[in-house]
């Protein structure tokens, strides 16, 4: 899905780890060191920088009863990595 923007084979790749918290059920996965992908390179080069470069990137889904679903979506160039600790 997505294979032409935001799309991968990293993030088929990447086993997500699913915890439930009360009510809340969280479901992640974090891929290192991948190549970026292609709507990502595209913001990269739009702002000066290498689009070839590696990167970090993890997803976060949050449910919480009765419809509540929350998605996030982050990547760091290996150079940001450092900030990755800080997340969400």
Do not use: Y
Not at 50 to 76: E, G, N, Y
């Amino acid at each position: 899905m997505h294979a032409s923007s935001i799309g991968q084979p990293e993030i088929e790749e990447a086993a997500p780890e699913t915890t439930v918290n009360g009510d809340e059920v969280v479901t992640s996965r974090e891929m290192e060191n991948i190549p970026a992908p292609p709507f990502w390179q595209a913001a990269l080069r739009g702002n000066g920088l290498a689009d070839d470069v590696p990167v970090d990137r993890w997803q976060i889904c949050r449910f919480t009863p009765p419809a509540m679903c929350t998605s996030t979506s982050v990547w760091l160039t290996q150079a940001m990595a450092a900030l990755k600790h800080q997340r969400m």
